[in-house]
């Protein structure tokens, strides 16, 4: 490690800062490092990542910190290094070409330019020395070095062909046909696919290693509710059950991991990250909502217990993850041995602890235990004892090691809370998560947005990064119809109608449809790219989908409702040949072709909680919810087209309207609970 730093020393983001004392001379991604590799006739190695990336931590020890790879770069090379989570944009890119030279992907991402941005080779991980498996990184350096200056016209032209590659797989993704595509065989061959892949046995889809997959489990929540499907529902079940039962769940500080490496939920990818918990947030929210059993209820209240105690700051924002390694040892924080166990408690609440937890002396993972449910009967029962001790470990385990937690914050990522603590008032009704909800809301208006009223992508110690991409406007957007359809307050579709107008005006491709990942307030890199598949997290497309949708039909907005088609029907051309990968846009595509409602209420001040509560009373997906508050002075311009709905007989009057036909006006609210009831048939006739 050297003593005198590097350039990334004056960075915010925690991974750069992680490399700022390597011997090699890292650059930050900008105009000097390119403008230094056109004057020095070098190729750029650029390597991007994240702070609590456990084979990221590997090959900094290896490699970065080595004297010898450092002098190789420094002396043939220009080194970059990118946080991910700041510049998804860059990483995006040049992950694609990953993927296309080599059929995978990762981080750490390590990929060769030319200093014209072009790539002409990549790959994930190296190790520091061949081995029988793989290249290691001297020798790569070393080929590369000897290639620039011997024959550097065959980098150049390989150079210049993969990026005519990567352009034409652009232009594929940028052009649609939107003719001859089945909604209907979308959805099902979505659903048909996770029945196929489904683990019946241990839950979730494929093998190991198994993600959680939230859009997944919301897809299969909605397609039960609005196809009838039990089957769906239980994968759903099923699968957020044994999550939950296995090691992926932390059960004595709460939260998620990442992913399991193995296929029973047992041992996981110990690093968390704050979108992969509000996400499952909503996903066992649901869940509740839709079967009321309290487990669902009691892991929802732990994830939000989790975030609230480890990963909110006092500003209201969230931090962005939480490492997998303490003392460069993966999962140290969260293991115990059975002697520390026996040496923490009585020998009797030893006894018990162990026995509920499954710790043995041989432990589960290398010798030590990751504490389960996966052999308790009783999981979904807790009792005080079990509870005092859970603390008592806790409490040890955070004096026994340091765990790092990345305190950027990250727009999008933020968004996702929102959405999930105010969905967490809206089926709990405890108002302590919608101020949490509207906190958090305030925060980015406040940290979160430039001078010119744009969202940035992240901050960290008071300073903003870039400015914001495609996923935080469209998870914010996201958000902020959330907040409304929970308070039915209207400056969120005041906020929400401001912020369609900068994603169109940025991100919309006006001329091929969907949305672009960078829009023109961003740099403008070798290629434009749209993402639209679903990864870890659902795309921007599909998010951006969803809630055009549900703006579309809570404004009678001509320019919102034909921007929401348009995404549609772009989406639907793309999912149509790897249906499964869309499945959070799938949500959408599954209401367009679902039977749809609009329910208006027209309702003194007075009654607007109770009507609120009543409506979100059940898990009716496909239904619209508006309330006009009559004694108000002046009706919104937003809800002009409201004007003609009126109370009668001084009672809070419910109008029922589906496929474009209005029911006659109700008083009762016992037949409107019939309604909305989930024995209640959309295609009832009203």
């Avoid at 941005?117 to 029988?132: D, E, L, S």
């Avoid at 620039?148 to 352009?167: C, F, M, P, V, Y």
């Avoid at 993704?173 to 061959?189: A, C, G, L, M, Y």
Wanted: hydrophobic residues 40%.
């Amino acid at each position: 490690m050297s003593q005198k730093p590097n350039r990334l020393i004056d960075e915010t983001s925690v991974y750069l800062q992680q490399h700022a004392f390597n011997p090699v001379n890292w650059y930050p991604w900008g105009f000097e490092a390119f403008e230094k590799a056109a004057r020095e006739n070098k190729p750029v190695f650029l390597s991007i990542g994240y702070s609590t990336c456990h084979w990221c931590h590997v090959m900094e020890m290896e490699s970065f910190q080595d004297d010898e790879i450092a002098a190789i770069l420094n002396a043939h090379f220009v080194s970059i290094k990118v946080d991910r989570e700041q510049r998804p944009d860059i990483d995006a890119l040049y992950m694609d070409f990953c993927r296309m030279l080599t059929g995978s992907g990762g981080w750490p991402l390590t990929v060769l330019l030319t200093a014209d941005q072009k790539p002409f080779f990549a790959g994930t991980y190296f190790p520091k020395y061949t081995t029988f498996q793989m290249i290691g990184l001297m020798d790569l350096l070393y080929t590369v070095a000897e290639k620039w200056k011997n024959n550097r016209q065959e980098l150049l032209t390989s150079g210049d062909k993969i990026a005519a590659t990567l352009q034409s797989h652009y232009e594929k993704t940028f052009s649609t046909n939107h003719f001859d595509v089945n909604t209907s065989e979308i959805v099902q061959k979505a659903y048909q696919k996770l029945c196929d892949s489904y683990d019946k046995d241990l839950g979730g889809f494929g093998k190991a290693p198994k993600f959680p997959s939230p859009q997944n489990i919301l897809f299969l929540l909605h397609y039960y509710q609005l196809k009838k499907e039990d089957n769906a529902l239980s994968m759903a079940e099923h699968t957020l059950r044994q999550m939950y039962r296995g090691g992926i769940f932390d059960h004595i500080g709460y939260g998620f991991c990442r992913y399991s490496t193995d296929g029973v939920w047992l041992v996981p990818h110990f690093e968390k990250m704050l979108y992969d918990n509000a996400l499952l947030l909503i996903c066992y929210l649901d869940l509740y909502w839709i079967t009321k059993r309290e487990l669902y209820k009691n892991i929802s209240e732990k994830i939000m217990y989790y975030l609230i105690r480890e990963m909110r700051d006092s500003s209201g924002l969230f931090y962005s993850a939480q490492d997998a390694d303490s003392d460069g040892e993966e999962g140290k924080y969260y293991v115990f041995t059975f002697e520390e166990i026996r040496a923490l408690f009585s020998p009797e609440d030893a006894a018990y602890f162990s026995d509920y937890f499954a710790v043995t002396p041989k432990g589960n993972f290398e010798g030590k235990n990751i504490p389960h449910l996966l052999l308790n009967a009783s999981y979904e029962t807790e009792n005080k004892r079990i509870q005092v001790l859970i603390e008592q470990a806790y409490a040890f385990r955070q004096k026994r090691t340091s765990l790092l937690t990345d305190d950027k914050f990250i727009t999008s990522w933020n968004a996702m809370a929102i959405y999930a603590f105010a969905h967490a008032y809206r089926i709990l009704g405890d108002t302590k998560y919608l101020d949490i909800a509207i906190d958090t809301q305030q925060a980015v208006e406040k940290h979160l947005v430039g001078k010119e009223g744009l969202l940035a992508a992240t901050m960290r110690k008071n300073v903003l990064s870039s400015n914001g991409h495609l996923d935080d406007y469209a998870y914010y957007l996201w958000a902020l119809l959330e907040l409304y359809e929970t308070t039915y307050e209207i400056n969120y579709l005041h906020k929400s109608l401001t912020l369609f107008e900068q994603i169109e005006e940025q991100f919309a491709d006006t001329e091929q449809g969907g949305y672009f990942l960078a829009g023109t307030q961003n740099e403008t890199l070798l290629f434009p790219v749209k993402e639209l598949h679903d990864s870890a997290i659902p795309s921007g497309n599909s998010v951006l989908a969803v809630a055009y949708q549900t703006f579309s039909r809570l404004m009678v907005a001509p320019n919102i409702q034909h921007a929401a088609s348009r995404q549609i029907d772009f989406m639907a051309s793309r999912a149509q040949s790897h249906a499964v990968n869309y499945n959070f846009y799938n949500i959408a595509l599954l209401k367009e072709i679902s039977p749809s409602r609009e329910v208006i209420a027209v309702i003194l001040k007075q009654h607007k909680k109770d009507i609120q509560r009543l409506f979100q009373a059940y898990f009716v997906p496909n239904t619209t919810f508006l309330i006009k508050i009559a004694d108000e002075n002046q009706l919104d311009d937003i809800f002009f087209y409201l004007d003609v709905y009126n109370m009668i007989d001084k009672k809070p009057t419910f109008y029922i309207c589906q496929n474009r036909s209005c029911s006659t006006p109700i008083t009762d609210r016992e037949q409107l609970k019939k309604i909305l009831s989930p024995t209640g048939e959309l295609t009832t006739n009203l």
